[in-house]
Structures are given as structure tokens and as C-alpha cells.
């Protein structure tokens, strides 16, 4: 167990396919609680995964278009009361229910390597919580 | 704050360089820029401080370029953005590629036409057979362009094979119509085996069928081009050597099948490397056309109304609706494939909606006056085939229509009307293998 906290203390760098492949249920899942708009979508992203998701942020735009056009978020301009136009994205109910089955592939994949690492039950309590 | 606002402002003007992100896109980018600028100066940077990290946190610019360049499926995009120099030259040296097939396809169908002895007598077997002589080249440059796998390049020929065989064992009873009806047929099902190299083999994915279906429109396009200028070419070349007394005739006979068969891998090889030319012109022509042929349907539609199908209806007139719906499908499909699909429903979406409608209500006449027929005179070989394409068509219309209807009304997007028509796509060819390889059997061949 002590692997654990030098694991903790050392930064995670983790994949680019990993962080890619996740990207399209972290937008998701972000934009399930609630409307949101690019800049502050990265915020989120940076404060659930405690600063160890490193996105280059430009790249979340195109990501949002791709997510538009598949017909999961919506996309609107708007001026909030105090600050600039910004265009803000919700999620449709096409994208919950893709969502949904990311959180079901993610799910099993985590559960898989959990058992394969032998009894590793905290990933997938982590994933639940996400 | 001035200097930083040209800072922004040169920043905008190179995101805006690139021909993938559109202005909206800028200025999302540019809030996102200043969003965390202004967070950044809040924690206490000074403003030029925060402009080079905000820049640098965006990304390169290249790459979030190349990024939405590959999100807008429009070819055009991946084109510009990615292309360098470098792939500019290779396109360029490929041409002796292209013109070597092309040779290939002229020598084999003179050498065909002569060992059929056309046109001195009229042979069915040159006419069922000519496309085996064409596209089986076009299959092999798309296979050599691509860079397929031996073993890829062995399955595209199988189809081939196979069609060479069949259709050259069956015992079709001269002048029937099963004869006919294969040769019409054969050139669409191997039009369809040319997707696979097309597709460097991977038939499942529903954007490279997509690409497949912007081909074959831009192919026809610069066919048709083609088709003209040799044939003023020809028409030309012929007035001046009359009075001289050469024969004619005979530059006819060796040109135009040469002339015929080798532009279909000159037409390809211009799509391949002149893709923007034709990218710029197809979008205009389907603009232009679309409505026009909405129009002439409403027409027809109205005009079949007041008067009636029945009576005029004969095989003819069948055939040139066929060919009718066939070319509004057609022009439906490119116009689909053009269509830059992240924008929001436009007058020529609701256009293109009239003109489906029209098309299946007027397939849905014909279908009734053929069924009547055949109750009353039993199945042929033609009106099997006829009512076959006619049921392919009308599903295929059907779907499209109710799927632009929930696009245009804003309940579906417009991802769901390409997957409709990409999920289609084989059914026509499966329909045109059917004709050929099951109905000359299922009628003794007559």
C-alpha cells in the first residue's frame, strides 16, 4: 500500500488516448448538470479531476461540434446580465442517453481492471460517483 | 488595455486564417481567450502576462485547426488544412497512374469490340459484357491509389470474377428481355464493388460512404464534361477530314469506344486530384437543379392527378419514370453529401423535402398502375425488375421524407437523414445483383 502514496504525490501523466477517449462522456456528464459554456466547461473539467485531466483547450471546441452535430447538446449565443456573448450548450435527450451508455462501456471496462489488479473496488465506486 | 486588444485582434485574424473555423467559431475562441485572461489578471497577473498564457493554454493553432477540420466531414476542409506542399506533388506525379489505366480500359474494349465484330453485327454479348471491360480498371487504379493489401486487392477482383462468370454461363434466349436487363443492371452492381476499393476496404464506415456517394456525383459531373468536349471534338474532327474522302466512320469506330471507355478513369483521376474545382461547382449545380426538378415533379404530379396514369402508361413511359426517380434520388443523395451538416435547416432543405415528396407520390402511382398490370397479366422479367426498383425506391423516398420532416421541424439532426441514406446505400446495389445474378434464372432466361 505504500505504492499508493507515492502514486498520489507524483503527477499522473496520463495517455492521450485515455484523456481523448474520455472526453466525449466528461463533456456529457458537465453538461448534465446543467447548461454550460466552453471556458467554464474546462474549468469543471480541471476541478473534477483535480488538475490532473490536462486538456489543451482549444481542442474542446471542436469536440462540442462534433457533439452538435451528432445531435447531443444544442448550441446557443447568448449575453448573460453581467459579462460577454458566449455560447452556451445543453444536453438533449439523444445525448443523455449517450451518456449513459459511455457510463455503462466505462463502467465495464473499469470493473474489468479492477478484478484484473485484483479486488480494486475503488475504481469503480470513483467512476460511480462521476 | 489597447495593447492587448491588438494582441487579440492579431491572434483572431490567424485563427480566422484557417479556412475550418468559421467566424463563430473565432469569436468562441476569442471569449474563451478572454474569459481566462480576465481570470488570470484577477489572480494577479499583469495583462501582457496573461495574454501569452491564455494563448498558450488555447493551443496550437495548427492543431485546433486540423481539429475542426476534421470535424466539418466536408472533404473541402480536410483538404486545405491538411494538405502541405508536399502532397500537392505527389497528386500531381500520379497522373501517369491514372493514364496508364485508362490505356489499359481503351486497349481492352477495341480488342473486345473486334473480337465481337461490332459494329459490322450487333452483339449482346459486347453489350451485356462492356462494363466488365471498363470498371474492373477503375477497381484496379482505386486499389493501386489507395494502397490496398494484397489481400484487399484480391477481394476486390472476386466480385469481378464472379460476374464475369455468371452472366457469361447463363443461357439467356436471344432477344429476351432477362439479356437486356442484365446489361443494364451489371454496370450498377459493379459501380458498387468499386466502393470497396474506393473505400480502402472498409465498407462499415458510414462517412466513407458518404465520400463514396460525393464521388460517383463528382465523377459524373466530370464525365459528362468530358463526354461533351470529346464529342465536339469528334464531330469537329470528322468535318474537316470529309473532303478529304478519309472514312469517317472509322474514326468512330476506334475512337469513340476508346474515347468512352477511358474517360470513366480520367474522370476519376480529376476527382481524386481536382477535388476542389469540382467542390466549388457541384454545390452550385445541385442549388440550381434541386428546385428546378422539385418544379418539374410538382408538374407531373398535378398533371398525372387530373389525367390519370392508366392511360398512358406503357413501357416507356415506365422507363423514363424509373430514370426520373433515379435522377431525383440522385440529386437528393449528392445534395445530402454537399451539404455542410452543422448548419441549421435552410430553404433548400425544405426544397429538397417538395421535391422527395412529389417523387413518392408519383412512385406510389406508378406502383399502382404496375401492380394492376401484373394482377392482370401476370409477372414478366421487366415488371418484376421495374417493380422491384420501384419499392426500393419508394422506401428509400419514404424514409428520407420522414426523416427530413423531423430535421426540419427540429426534432432530428441532420446526422440522421446522412445515416439513413449511408445505411441504404447497399440495398441498391444488393437490388441490381438481384436482377442480374437471381431473375434470369427465376424466368428461364427469356
Known amino acids: 500500500m505504500y505504492l499508493d502514496e507515492d502514486e498520489a504525490k507524483a503527477v499522473v501523466n496520463i495517455d492521450k488516448d485515455l484523456v481523448a477517449a474520455s472526453a466525449t462522456p466528461l463533456v456529457l456528464a458537465i453538461l448534465a448538470e ?92 470513483a467512476f460511480g460517483r462521476a | ?25 473565432a469569436e468562441e475562441l476569442e471569449a474563451h481567450l478572454r474569459d481566462q485572461i480576465a481570470d488570470l489578471t484577477a489572480a494577479g497577473l499583469t495583462a501582457d ?26 472533404r ?31 486497349v481492352t474494349i ?19 459484357n462492356a462494363s466488365l471491360f471498363v470498371l474492373p480498371f477503375l477497381g484496379g487504379y482505386f486499389a493501386r491509389r489507395r494502397g490496398l493489401s494484397m489481400r484487399h486487392s484480391l477481394l476486390t477482383v472476386v466480385p469481378f470474377a464472379i460476374a464475369a462468370v455468371v452472366i457469361n454461363l447463363y443461357p439467356y434466349v436471344e432477344g429476351g428481355s432477362t439479356e437486356l436487363l442484365v446489361a443494364a443492371h451489371l454496370p450498377v452492381v459493379l459501380w458498387f464493388v468499386i466502393a470497396y476499393p474506393y473505400m480502402s476496404g472498409t465498407l462499415d464506415s458510414h462517412e466513407r460512404r458518404m465520400d463514396f456517394v460525393r464521388f460517383t456525383g463528382e465523377w459524373f459531373i466530370y464525365y459528362v464534361l468530358i463526354a461533351l468536349g470529346g464529342g465536339v471534338l469528334l464531330a469537329l474532327t470528322a468535318l474537316i477530314l470529309e473532303p478529304t474522302g478519309a472514312d469517317v466512320e472509322l474514326i468512330f469506330e476506334w ?9 470513366v478513369i480520367v474522370a476519376a483521376w480529376l476527382v481524386e486530384s481536382k477535388q476542389r474545382v469540382v467542390e466549388n461547382m457541384a454545390p452550385v449545380l445541385t442549388m440550381i437543379f434541386t428546385p428546378l426538378f422539385a418544379g418539374m415533379l410538382i408538374i407531373a404530379v398535378v398533371v398525372y392527378a387530373l389525367t390519370g396514369l392508366g392511360g398512358a402508361f406503357d413501357r416507356e413511359l415506365l422507363g423514363v419514370f424509373d430514370a426520373m426517380l433515379v435522377v431525383v434520388l440522385g440529386l437528393v ?31 406510389l402511382m406508378v406502383l399502382g398502375v404496375m401492380l394492376a398490370r401484373i394482377g392482370e397479366l401476370g409477372f414478366t422479367p421487366n415488371r418484376t425488375a421495374a417493380l422491384g426498383l420501384n419499392i426500393v425506391l419508394l422506401v428509400n423516398l419514404a424514409g428520407a421524407a420522414w426523416v427530413s420532416t423531423r430535421f426540419l421541424t427540429g426534432q432530428s439532426t441532420f446526422h440522421r437523414l446522412e445515416r439513413w441514406q449511408t445505411t441504404y446505400l447497399p440495398i441498391f446495389g444488393l437490388w441490381a445483383a438481384t436482377v442480374v445474378v437471381i431473375l434470369p434464372p427465376l424466368f428461364s432466361f427469356i
Do not use: C, N
Request: proline share 4%; glycine share 12%; net charge negative.
Open chain 1, 34 to 125: 446543467g447548461e454550460s459554456y466552453g471556458y467554464a466547461i474546462l474549468k469543471r473539467v480541471r476541478e473534477i479531476s483535480g488538475g490532473e485531466l490536462e486538456w489543451t483547450d482549444g481542442m474542446l471546441y471542436p469536440l462540442l461540434h462534433r457533439l452538435h452535430r451528432l445531435g447531443y447538446v444544442t448550441r446557443e449565443w447568448r449575453i448573460p446580465p453581467e459579462g460577454r456573448r458566449r455560447r452556451y450548450y445543453a444536453i438533449t435527450d439523444e445525448g443523455q442517453a449517450a451518456l449513459a451508455e459511455h457510463k455503462r462501456q466505462w463502467l465495464t471496462v473499469a470493473r474489468a481492471l479492477g478484478d484484473a489488479w485484483g479486488g480494486g473496488d475503488l475504481m469503480p465506486l
Open chain 2, 1 to 25: 488595455m489597447g495593447r492587448l486588444d491588438i494582441g487579440i485582434g492579431e491572434w483572431r485574424a490567424f485563427v480566422e486564417q484557417s479556412p475550418a473555423v468559421d467566424g463563430r467559431d
Open chain 2, 49 to 74: 502576462e496573461a495574454f501569452l498564457i491564455a494563448v498558450k493554454r488555447i493551443g496550437k493553432l495548427d492543431d485546433v485547426s486540423r481539429e475542426f477540420a476534421r470535424e466539418h466531414s466536408g
Open chain 2, 76 to 106: 473541402l476542409w480536410r483538404q486545405l488544412v491538411t494538405s502541405d506542399g508536399g502532397e500537392e506533388r505527389e497528386t500531381d506525379s500520379r497522373w501517369l497512374e491514372a493514364i496508364v489505366f485508362a490505356a489499359a480500359a481503351a
Open chain 2, 110 to 128: 477495341q480488342v473486345a469490340r473486334l473480337a465481337a465484330g461490332f459494329p459490322g453485327e450487333e452483339s449482346s454479348w459486347l453489350l451485356q
Open chain 2, 255 to 263: 475512337a469513340l469506344p476508346s474515347g468512352v471507355t477511358g474517360a
Open chain 2, 333 to 363: 443523395l449528392y445534395g445530402i453529401s454537399a451539404r455542410d451538416p452543422s448548419t441549421s435547416p435552410g430553404w433548400i432543405d425544405r426544397i429538397q423535402l417538395v421535391a422527395v415528396v412529389s417523387a413518392l407520390v408519383l412512385d
